[in-house]
């Protein structure tokens, strides 16, 4: 597992930051021609075109990913993007020039910051012109720049979180990497299962949500915690994956954030991950259950380092 493997080549990936909004967005731009797939878990998610990569549409192309702030108004973002797309003639091929397949995912940030300050589609176009090939900058920066994680005691309590990113080979010689924002509800564990960021008691000490949840005799103050929170991933790969390998990697790869967020697809969450591949040839099946195992692992590995790099 390595911070120091960049994603596969062709892909692009820019944030734009609004450290007074204490908001922004992430943009993953795939190479042309590379398919796409999803799993949504989380009981509160916002996303926009994931249809147009799920299973049921005959869509079997991504241009971009958007990962934003701002809650529902963030999805605005992804117009930024494509728009930018459609300027740099990139999109799914039609009789009337390219159409950008740009699907979107948010996590509620507004308590963190300005509400009014969340990202548009000048947002989603500047990520997009900010996108280079490389590892991303990570932290506080683009989709993460207001995260927080284990706000069951409410915003005063939490921990700040970010972005993180994490990549590593398969024995095939595919690469998989991972970027990810946390925005939990609950905490981000490391691989000793301990808790790296959560709730904290009044004198600073860290607090394990779960126990905390098992042991309530009365519901929280879900005003203070309600609908704010939200993990994000997005798989890049340059295996031969078609688009239903995309989706049951992505569906493999949220096994990963299972070991990584506690607790995790709650009702207050939107969990998402998306997996782009790149690769050319003809799918083979255990090379989607190479590719899906090592994404689990970045996956986990890139959430962990929202906390660590933030």
Request: proline share 7%; hydrophobic share 40%.
């Amino acid at each position: 597992m390595s911070s120091s493997i960049s994603p596969p080549p062709g892909f692009l990936i820019g944030h734009h930051t609004d450290p007074v909004g204490a908001t922004g967005c992430t943009a993953v731009i795939a190479p042309v021609g590379a398919r796409g797939g999803v799993d949504v878990r989380g009981g509160g998610p916002g996303t926009r075109e994931t249809d147009a990569i799920g299973p049921y549409s005959a869509t079997d192309q991504i241009t971009a990913v958007m990962l934003c702030g701002g809650s529902a108004f963030g999805l605005a973002a992804a117009d930024g993007a494509v728009r930018w797309c459609e300027e740099n003639g990139r999109g799914y091929p039609t009789p009337a020039g390219p159409v950008p397949i740009v699907p979107a995912a948010v996590i509620f940030d507004l308590a963190t910051g300005d509400p009014p300050g969340r990202p548009g589609p000048e947002a989603g176009y500047d990520a997009c012109r900010a996108a280079i090939e490389g590892i991303p900058s990570t932290g506080a920066v683009g989709v993460g720049t207001g995260a927080t994680v284990g706000k069951i005691l409410g915003m005063e309590r939490c921990t700040a979180a970010g972005v993180g990113y994490a990549a590593a080979r398969t024995g095939l010689g595919s690469t998989v990497a991972a970027i990810a924002v946390a925005n939990a509800f609950g905490d981000v564990i490391g691989a000793d299962g301990g808790v790296l960021a959560g709730p904290h008691d009044e004198d600073g000490a860290l607090l394990r949500t779960s126990e905390l949840v098992a042991a309530m005799d009365t519901p929280p103050d879900w005003n203070a915690t309600s609908e704010r929170n939200t993990t994000l991933v997005c798989l890049m790969t340059d295996a031969a994956l078609d688009k239903p390998g995309c989706a049951r990697v992505a569906r493999m790869a949220s096994g990963g954030l299972a070991r990584a967020i506690d607790p995790v697809y709650s009702d207050v969450d939107g969990d998402t991950v998306f997996c782009l591949a790149s690769g050319t040839g003809t799918p083979e099946r255990f090379g989607t259950i190479a590719v899906g195992t090592v994404a689990a692992t970045v996956t986990a590995a890139a959430l962990r380092a929202t906390v660590e790099s933030g």
